[in-house]
Each structure stands twice: as C-alpha cells, then as structure tokens.
C-alpha cells in the first residue's frame, strides 16, 4: 500500500455517513473515507452477523470491541478480541467473519 498525495487530516467518525450492508445474517454498519487510493473503515457487526460471501480483498484490520471469527477458505478459523488485528494481502487467502456478540473494527484497505 503506498499512501501519497494524502494531507494532514482528523476524522470524526461520528460525522461520517453510515451505510448498511446485510450478510448471511445480520448485519454490518460501514462508515467509509478514501484518501486517494486507501479506503479506511469503521465498521460495527451487529450480533450474530455472518458474512455472505468470501473476501478476496486485502485488508489491515483491528479489533476495537466485541470479538470477530474470521474463517479462511483453507478451514483454519481465527478470534479477534480487543487490540488485537490481523492482516492479509489480496488474493493471498479468501476469508470470511462472523461474529455471535457483535464487534467494532477499524480497516485499511
């Protein structure tokens, strides 16, 4: 990832626009910004949400509540709880989350 022709900047994330986007079940509540060609997220999983497809995309990922299991397409299965993060290039390994209590994340991708 190569971040240039960003400025300095802060973001409220509460004043970002929240967009919804149904999985298997439940639901995952986006508020998306793009510095030229990053995309950086904050993203709440309501409880029981499960995700409707594999995600080939690469991403930078930190848990800051709740906790996230995310399934990679080869069985292995992997918990994030509170400060802890995963990262993944695109195309590396197909993935996908879940989450039975809910979690708040914040990615880069």
Same mark, same amino acid.
């Given at each position: 990832?190569?971040?240039?022709?960003?400025?300095?900047?802060?973001?409220?994330?509460?004043?970002?626009?929240?967009?919804?986007?149904?999985?298997?079940?439940?639901?995952?509540?986006? @508020?998306?910004?793009?510095?030229?060609?990053?995309?950086?997220?904050?993203?709440?999983?309501?409880?029981?949400?499960?995700?409707?497809?594999?995600?080939?995309?690469?991403?930078?990922?930190?848990?800051?509540?709740?906790?996230?299991?995310?399934?990679?397409?080869?069985? @292995?299965?992997?918990?994030?709880?509170?400060?802890?993060?995963?990262?993944?290039?695109?195309?590396?390994?197909?993935? @996908?989350?879940?989450?039975q209590a809910?979690?708040?994340?914040?990615?880069?991708?």
């Amino acid at each position: 990832m190569e971040m240039s022709e960003i400025p300095f900047g802060t973001t409220d994330w509460s004043a970002v626009p929240a967009t919804a986007h149904p999985g298997e079940t439940g639901s995952a509540i986006w @508020r998306t910004q793009q510095f030229g060609a990053v995309r950086v997220r904050m993203v709440e999983y309501s409880p029981g949400y499960v995700a409707d497809h594999w995600c080939e995309k690469g991403h930078i990922l930190l848990c800051l509540e709740g906790e996230l299991a995310t399934e990679l397409a080869d069985g @292995r299965t992997y918990v994030l709880k509170p400060g802890m993060s995963y990262q993944v290039a695109d195309g590396a390994e197909p993935h @996908r989350s879940s989450t039975q209590a809910g979690a708040k994340l914040f990615i880069a991708d």
